[in-house]
C-alpha cells in the first residue's frame, strides 16, 4: 500500500514503474484491484488524481488522451468489463 501510494503522488520519480503497471496486469491484479475497491484507505490521492486537474502530471493527462501509444492491456481495462470484473 505504501508503495502504490507513493506511485500515485511522486509522478516524477514513477512514471517507469507506472508503465509497468499498466503492462504487467498478471503481477498487479491484486493491488490494482484494491487501489479500486478499497477506497477507505485511498480516497485521498486517488480523488485528488481524478479530481486535481490543474496538478495533475502531464504523463498522467497523456496517458489519458494519447490513445494511439495506449498499451493494449489498458485499452482492455477499461472496454473489457467481463474480464476486468473477475479479476
Do not use: P
Given at each position: 500500500?505504501?508503495?502504490?501510494?507513493?506511485?500515485?503522488?511522486?509522478?516524477k520519480?514513477?512514471?517507469?514503474?507506472?508503465?509497468?503497471?499498466?503492462?504487467?496486469?498478471?503481477?498487479?491484479?491484486i493491488?490494482?484491484?484494491?487501489?479500486?475497491v478499497?477506497?477507505?484507505?485511498?480516497?485521498?490521492?486517488?480523488?485528488a488524481?481524478?479530481?486535481?486537474?490543474?496538478?495533475?502530471?502531464?504523463?498522467?493527462?497523456?496517458?489519458l488522451?494519447?490513445?494511439?501509444?495506449?498499451?493494449?492491456?489498458?485499452?482492455?481495462?477499461?472496454?473489457d468489463?467481463?474480464?476486468?470484473?473477475?479479476?
Open positions: 500500500m505504501i508503495d502504490q501510494t507513493a506511485l500515485l503522488v511522486d509522478w520519480h514513477l512514471v517507469i514503474d507506472w508503465t509497468a503497471l499498466l503492462v504487467d496486469w498478471e503481477h498487479l491484479v493491488d490494482q484491484t484494491a487501489l479500486l478499497d477506497w477507505e484507505l485511498h480516497v485521498i490521492d486517488w480523488t488524481l481524478l479530481v486535481d486537474w490543474e496538478h495533475l502530471v502531464i504523463d498522467w493527462t497523456a496517458l488522451v494519447d490513445w494511439e501509444h495506449l498499451v493494449s492491456d489498458w485499452t482492455a481495462l477499461l472496454v468489463w467481463e474480464h476486468l470484473v473477475s479479476d
